[in-house]
């Protein structure tokens, strides 16, 4: 049984999400604002947390970004606003997936199935052996990164993405095609959300982030991971 803890100071909307959730056979716990979400994902052992972005104390992206300094949790960011650069924000402090309020409980629900089962915290994980790429490696089974032989964290999205492409190496994937395949639905929005996971990975796991060996791009088309080294990296 997936552990998510759900965070807003609207206690009734908490009360809902919480309700249908648990609804589902979800175990849920329940804080109200940016201090507590902290405090909750560091003391307990969660699969996944809603976090709302406007809260009390702290606001959600500093809570995010707090969260990340020690966990990998799948993180659904809750918002009143709709702009495409608050978004970008939120991916750029560690959220996995982003929801506009007011919005459908159903929705949120789908978005939660479909972010555990790629989280592995949904069904039984399977090692379907290690990926590499040079100094890159890739277990999916643990959901583990290395790079040059050290531990890298990547979120659940980051490693959808990574993942993806070393299963695939020199296929070429479009902005389009990657946030339907990683995000499993449509994305209707900036598809610059693509641009900051890439740019992530590739600080994360490049030896040299501004000249990147493996995670290249295809000017004008999408991403793609080079199955060799190329002598204009891009």
């Not at 918002?79 to 402090?93: H, M, N, P």
Request: proline letters at 3%; one cysteine or more.
């Amino acid at each position: 049984m997936a552990k998510i803890l759900v965070v807003d100071d609207e206690q009734v909307l908490v009360k809902g999400i919480k309700f249908n959730l648990e609804h589902e056979g979800y175990q849920v716990e329940a804080g109200y604002d940016g201090e507590q979400a902290v405090e909750l994902a560091r003391e307990g052992s969660f699969d996944l947390i809603i976090l709302d972005l406007m809260m009390p104390k702290i606001d959600g992206l500093q809570a995010c970004l707090r969260i990340r300094e020690f966990s990998n949790v799948p993180i659904i960011m809750l918002t009143a606003r709709s702009e495409d650069t608050d978004k970008l924000i939120g991916f750029e402090y560690g959220a996995d997936d982003y929801i506009t309020k007011p919005f459908n409980l159903l929705e949120l629900k789908a978005r939660v199935r479909a972010l555990l089962r790629r989280s592995g915290a949904a069904e039984q994980k399977q090692d379907g052996g290690a990926l590499t790429a040079g100094h890159i490696r890739l277990d999916p089974g643990e959901r583990a990164a290395w790079k040059d032989g050290t531990a890298v964290e990547l979120t659940a999205k980051e490693f959808d993405l990574m993942e993806l492409l070393m299963r695939n190496p020199g296929r070429v994937y479009s902005r389009e095609n990657l946030l339907n395949v990683v995000w499993g639905y449509e994305y209707i929005g900036d598809y610059r959300t693509v641009d900051v996971h890439v740019r992530r990975l590739r600080e994360k796991l490049e030896l040299d982030p501004a000249s990147p060996e493996f995670i290249r791009t295809k000017w004008g088309v999408g991403y793609y991971l080079a199955n060799r080294t190329e002598d204009r990296p891009s």
